[in-house]
């Protein structure tokens, strides 16, 4: 095989072996108390080859005992600095060149991203499909549902959704990683329990994967993780996804945003809950929201709580009935990590998983635009 050079590597290299001999040529005369080189059979004229504008080449015969070779080493570095500075400034103008290319391709493919997500549009037609389970809510807060079993009396107070995030950063991982759908000709799948396969491809763990990929078309930061936590024990669940979120959490501590992504946990194939949004039929979403019931020590449950309210007025507004009734618990659901911490659950085991990665991109406009 032939290995082919740049001119810039090419001469980099001449000019290595030229200061070698230059090196060479100028210790051997420190050799020689007479200066005399000849003598040893060295043409000094090489030495002049790389440059005869030195001062002391007058003619095309070199006189070599009347050459300084101090001064003519001087000048011979001299004019190998400025080779290897002119190397340097043409890499790096070849360099910046490269980056900026790098760097209008980077905003080409955000724009096209954005027109794509643009497509999705703010007054697309929706319905919600009858499921055959009527929603059960107590509180409304200006259209947003509640289902609340705490002991708490909702007020206006806590319903208010005054809660500022960062929202181009977003921690995405599973408690229940195993959790899958309703398998269909595309999706296919070795179940390893009842609607549970340890195929990352195929659980809600790709649900995942399809909103880390929607929201990156928003230029927001992504951390997906997909480690298994119900897998090969379903118990303790909650205390190993904690583990994970907290270790994310230490390496991303501007992160406000925690989703622990979930399918709803009834395993019966009749139980689909969907809309339809325009021409396409994605999955229902549902917070799941905890309080300090269970754990005092959690202090963030009104932010999580009013968060989740913020999102779901939005989806209203954008999509309306794309989310179930808020349910609003005495468990904790490790939703203590973080100001905008939550459980989404992403339909349930009557719907495909199609559906359920095509409600992602619905999810992520709607974070996008609170």
């Known amino acids: 095989m032939i290995k082919v050079f740049k001119i810039n590597d090419l001469i980099k290299y001449v000019s290595k072996i030229l200061i070698v001999c230059i090196a060479i040529i100028f210790l051997l005369n420190i050799l020689k108390k007479d200066n005399k080189v000849a003598n040893k059979g060295i043409n000094v004229s090489m030495l002049f080859c790389i440059d005869y504008s030195l001062p002391e080449i007058k003619s095309n015969k070199v006189e070599s005992n009347n050459i300084d070779f101090s001064r003519t080493l001087k000048y011979a570095f001299a004019s190998e600095l400025e080779m290897v500075e002119s190397i340097k400034k043409e890499n790096e103008i070849e360099k910046t060149n490269e980056n900026n290319i790098e760097e209008n391709q980077t905003a080409s493919n955000n724009e096209e991203n954005l027109n794509e997500v643009d497509e999705l549009g703010t007054e697309t037609v929706t319905e919600v499909i009858n499921s055959g389970v009527n929603p059960r809510y107590t509180d409304e807060y200006q259209g947003v549902l509640i289902n609340n079993s705490t002991n708490y009396n909702l007020t206006q107070d806590i319903l208010t959704p005054d809660v500022n995030v960062n929202k181009n950063k977003v921690v995405i991982y599973h408690t229940h990683t195993c959790e899958s759908y309703t398998p269909t000709e595309n999706f296919r799948y070795e179940a390893s329990g009842n609607f549970r396969t340890i195929d990352l491809n195929y659980s809600v763990s790709r ?31 909650y205390s190993r996804s904690l583990i994970t979120a907290e270790n994310v959490l230490s390496q991303n501590q501007d992160t406000d945003i925690v989703i622990d992504l979930h399918r709803d946990a009834i395993a019966d194939e009749t139980y689909a809950p969907k809309i339809k949004i325009g021409d396409e039929y994605v999955s229902q979403l549902m917070f799941v929201i905890g309080s300090d019931g269970a754990n005092s020590a959690h202090k963030n449950w009104k932010e999580n709580l009013k968060f989740a ?16 009734p808020i349910i ?4 904790e659901y490790n939703q203590h990590v973080a100001k905008a911490a939550c459980i989404i659950e992403v339909g349930a085991t009557g719907n495909t998983l199609e559906e359920s990665m095509g409600a992602m991109k619905y999810l992520a406009k709607i974070l996008q635009e609170i």
């Open 309 to 324: 309210i913020k999102v779901q007025q939005k989806a209203n507004e954008l999509y309306p009935g794309l989310f179930k």
């Open 207 to 237: 649900v995942g994967d399809e909103l880390e990929n929607e929201l990156k078309k928003y230029g927001c930061t992504v951390i997906h993780d997909r480690t298994y936590h119900d897998y090969p024990a379903y118990n303790g669940s």
């Open 328 to 331: 609003f618990r005495n468990s």
